[in-house]
């Protein structure tokens, strides 16, 4: 397969590295460091990032939180590792723009979808921070939507699990992997990739997702220069 332009979600909870909480710096900037290879390869990158590492809206809830109160503030812990992002690609030379859905203009551009495509035309790495400025949706909605708009030719899905399986690899050690999988077979099978708002925008838009493993370094390049690593889901 061969990419023009990607949208590469990435989770919050995998900037903490060894850590609680928070934001590792030793992980932030390996990152930097791989996305800056993607980028000289001329390819366009999109970001989206989640904010599991600092808050999440759903643990909110479940703790008596109001539900948008807390995915409000899921929605700032995004902007947060946006920035993060930004600073650690900076730091690597790379030229980037963040967006974000909610407006916080001091701090980043409004969310538009115009000004991106152009910020990606010009080689700039394009965050896209606040989700998508709505409670009750992931940062992985977020995602697809966004790669949707942009007309990004498919989703990264960087996780700590290398691919979609049959069963929990973390539980199951004789789980077996699927290279390729379809939209469908996922549903049936009964699998989990991402939540359904996710999973059927993404399989309505006919927007292939790539699971694979952000933290094994080396991966993304690698995957952007057509080896087969991770799970292709398709139609
Ligand atoms: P071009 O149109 O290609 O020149 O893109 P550009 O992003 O360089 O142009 P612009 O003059 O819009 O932006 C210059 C700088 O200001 C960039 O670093 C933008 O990220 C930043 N910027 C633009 N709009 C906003 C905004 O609403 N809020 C914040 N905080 N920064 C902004």
Known sequence: M??????????????????????????????????KEVVEKGIEVAIVIGGGNIFRGVAGASNGMDRVQGDHMGMLATVINGLALQSALEDEDVHTRLQTALEIKEVAEPYIKRKAIRHLEK???VIFGAGTGNPYFTTDTAAVLRAIEINADCILKGTRVDGVYDSDPEKNKDAIKFETITFKDVISKGLKVMDMTAFTLSQENELPIIIFDM???GNLVKLVSGEEIGTIINN
């Open 2 to 35: 061969q990419y023009k332009r990607i949208l590469l979600k990435l989770s919050g909870e995998a900037l903490m590295g060894d850590r609680q909480y928070g934001i590792d710096p030793k992980r932030l900037a390996e990152y930097a460091k791989e996305i």
């Open 215 to 217: 933290n094994k370094e």
């Open 123 to 125: 080689g700039r790495v």
